[in-house]
């Protein structure tokens, strides 16, 4: 029975707030609290076939966090601090008893720290480079087999740049954007290549924003470790996909607001064909 093979969605997008290509300014900063939650019953293989597969969930609760050093440099942290993987008990067909177990793990989660320079803002246009350093602070072997993992095990980093356009549709606010970006990957993991596009608009009168985004990850398959025999790893070498998302991002205050997100792979290799939610509260300081 081929094992649950999932990859966590919570950090395949490129950018965690809107307008990321446009740093926040000196002393200004973005701050978030929120909760993802992925539970996957089925999973694309290999070859791109979707098959079923033992329920696992993965769960994390984490801060995100930007804050603007200079008016060109902004200083990025993403900290999951409490990740959680469970299997549930595999029940016979046929007389309902338990056939295997099921397991939980919790731990912290891997680390992302990072920087974005604004590399040119002018007129409505603005880009800019990020580079975030990935560190193996989870867990990349928990469990009875080793695949309830909260990390990967590896030091990885990733260079993306950024464009985007901000105006106004009808009268409201409106901006687009799209990167493009490498991932170094280390300890015998593929190198990827990522791109993605994004589009959000804003509705009554500044307080909600409405955002789509399409992501896409292709592996280079330059490394040495093998996916189909990763014991089911959330973390599987060779991951591919392309997903689509829709967030809402309400402001209750000029600072304070709530979001909730949702994602799901429409096509792609080794990963989870569930979708996967997310919600938090945040707070804007301009």
């Known amino acids: 029975m081929k094992k649950n093979i999932i990859v966590l969605l919570v950090m395949i997008t490129a950018s965690f707030t809107m307008h990321a290509q446009w740093n926040k300014g000196k ?10 939650y992925l539970q996957s019953d089925q999973h694309y293989t290999d070859t791109g076939a979707i098959d079923p597969n033992v329920t696992r969930t993965q769960f994390n609760t ?5 804050y603007g050093i200079s008016d060109k440099i902004d200083i990025i ?26 397991e939980s793990v919790s731990s912290f989660g891997d680390v992302d720290l990072g920087i974005n320079y604004g590399l040119y803002k002018k007129g409505n246009w603005a880009a800019s480079v990020k580079l975030l350093l990935g560190l193996p602070t989870g867990n990349d072997n928990g ?3 080793g695949s309830f993992q909260t990390g990967d095990g590896e030091f990885n980093q990733y260079l993306s740049t950024y464009l985007g356009y901000s105006t106004s549709l009808n009268g409201l606010p ?3 954007k799209s990167y493009i970006g490498y991932n170094n990957r280390s300890e015998g993991f593929s190198d990827e290549f990522r791109t993605g596009l ?49 967030e809402a991002a309400y402001y209750i205050t000029e600072t304070l607001g709530v979001s909730a997100s949702f994602d799901t792979a429409v096509d792609g290799r080794i990963i989870a064909a569930n979708p996967s939610f997310s919600g938090g509260i945040f ?4």
């Open 27 to 36: 002393g200004n900063g973005y701050y978030k609290l929120s909760a993802w």
């Open 62 to 66: 984490n801060i995100y966090a930007e």
């Open 77 to 102: 942290a993403y900290v999951p601090f409490f990740a959680n993987t469970s299997q549930n008990n595999q029940i016979s067909g046929t007389n309902g008893s338990v056939i295997l177990e099921g």
């Open 143 to 145: 469990g009875s087999d």
């Open 174 to 176: 409106f901006y687009a």
């Open 198 to 246: 994004e589009a959000g608009i804003n509705l009554f009168s500044n307080k909600l924003w409405i955002i789509g985004r399409l992501n896409v990850l292709k592996s280079l398959k330059n490394g040495s470790l093998n996916a189909i025999t990763s014991n089911g790893s959330i973390f599987a070498n060779n991951i591919e996909f392309s997903s689509l998302g829709i």
């Open 283 to 286: 707070l804007d300081i301009k």
